[in-house]
């Protein structure tokens, strides 16, 4: 929260990481417990819905609209992925890439834009395969883990890249290139929730 936060005065109000904890915090609480989960757990893309509603309704701004498009996009494709019986790598390597043109789409945000979007592109390069169908799913869960470890490790080389860029997008479009000495929060943000992710696959 702190980081998120000191990344995104640079040029925003300072509350990314705020503002991404209370969503967060949220999720967690209407996840329930293990023992008696109150999120249908055992469906993904009922799962991803659910959380992009508590996104909607708690974070709110301008980061709360992107991130519930972002969501409910992707809930859309892993159902997709689902009823067509696909790996959970194709799945999510398809659902990101559908998740971010419609970002992109409804944002106006492109790749080298310095925006959260460099973080996803980063791992999207990974995964490219994946999504176009040119590339081999590995064999085994422990292959589909070592792909995932590179696309988060894209990740956060796109969002630490960020640090070089004009923003071309959003607020942070009006500030001068000249103030820019760190990564993007929004970008930031985004590696970060990778991360975690691959932990849980990792542990899983």
């Not at 998740?99 to 390069?125: I, N, P």
Request: one cysteine or more.
């Amino acid at each position: 929260e702190t980081l998120l936060n000191e990344l995104d005065r640079q040029a925003g109000d300072g509350d990314c990481g705020s503002t991404l904890r209370k969503g967060a915090e949220a999720i967690v609480e209407a996840l329930g417990t293990a023992d008696s989960p109150t999120l249908p757990v055992n469906n993904i893309s009922a799962t991803v819905a659910a959380v992009a509603n508590i996104v909607e309704n708690i974070m709110g701004g301008t980061s709360g609209a992107i991130y519930t498009i972002f969501l409910v996009r992707m809930s859309t494709v892993l159902e997709k992925c689902t009823n067509e019986k696909l790996p959970w790598i194709t799945s999510l390597a398809r659902a990101l890439n559908e998740a971010t043109l419609a970002v992109s789409r409804y944002g106006g945000a492109g790749r080298g834009d310095r925006t959260m979007l460099d973080a996803v592109y980063g791992c999207l390069d990974c995964l490219q395969g994946l999504v176009d169908g040119s590339a081999q799913v590995p064999a085994d869960d422990a292959g589909c883990i070592v792909l995932l470890k590179a696309a988060v490790q894209a990740a956060k080389t796109g969002a630490e890249s960020t640090k070089d860029m004009q923003a071309k997008a959003g607020r942070a479009s009006y500030v001068s290139s000249e103030h820019w000495t760190k990564p993007d929060a929004g970008a930031t943000a985004v590696a970060i929730w990778m991360s975690a992710i691959l932990e849980v696959m990792t542990l899983s």
